[in-house]
Structures are given as structure tokens and as C-alpha cells.
């Protein structure tokens, strides 16, 4: 019976796993803290995160703070204006495995 359970609670973790995996929009990579270039891949409004596609094809997941700066063509703008397929430089700090995003710059 114990094995049974062990077992059962095994195949419910890796369940877990992959559902979480697929909600968050599958794996992302953690980078060096610096400045990249990308396109949004996709725009969580409600999370205000964003996941950007970078030219060196990483998937870079960014949670925005109280501090990220947020711009289009020098000026602050709001995040609701963020969409998929918007060209952006992001600078990023690594922290530990998470990147927080210092300053995000739309392109387009």
C-alpha cells in the first residue's frame, strides 16, 4: 500500500509540474544581467509581465516592478500599450534565478 501511495503521489507531482509548466507559458530562460533586444512573445496585463523573444532566440519572462521605466521614443508610457509582436531593448538584472526588469524601451 505505502508503494501505491508513493507512486500516486509521484505521477500527481509530475502532473503538477506540467500544468504548471503550460500556465506559465512553458520554460524561460535566465540571463546575465545587461541589455537585450526582442519581440513580445506575450503580455499577462493582469500580472504586468511580459515575455520578450530575444535575436538570440531566449524567452526572457519580465515581471514588471514599481521601478521598471517604461518607454516609447524617450517618453513614459503605460503598460496597457504593451502588445504581442512590439519591438523592445530590455535591460535586466539577475537575481538569483528570477530577472527583474530595470528599464523596458519599445522600438516600434
Do not use: W
Not at 37 to 47: P, S, W
Amino acid at each position: 500500500m505505502k508503494r501505491l501511495t508513493h507512486y500516486l503521489s509521484s505521477v500527481s507531482l509530475a502532473t503538477l509540474f506540467v500544468i504548471t509548466m503550460v500556465a506559465c507559458g512553458g520554460s524561460t530562460d535566465v540571463v546575465e544581467s545587461g541589455i537585450y533586444q526582442g519581440t513580445i512573445d506575450e503580455v499577462e496585463a493582469d500580472k504586468t509581465e511580459i515575455y520578450v523573444k530575444t535575436t538570440d532566440n531566449k524567452k526572457l519572462e519580465l515581471y514588471f516592478t514599481d521601478q521598471t521605466e517604461l518607454t516609447k521614443n524617450g517618453e513614459t508610457i503605460n503598460f496597457d500599450i504593451l502588445k504581442e509582436g512590439m519591438k523592445v531593448e530590455v535591460e535586466v538584472e539577475k537575481v538569483g534565478q528570477r530577472l527583474d526588469p530595470i528599464a523596458v524601451k519599445v522600438l516600434d
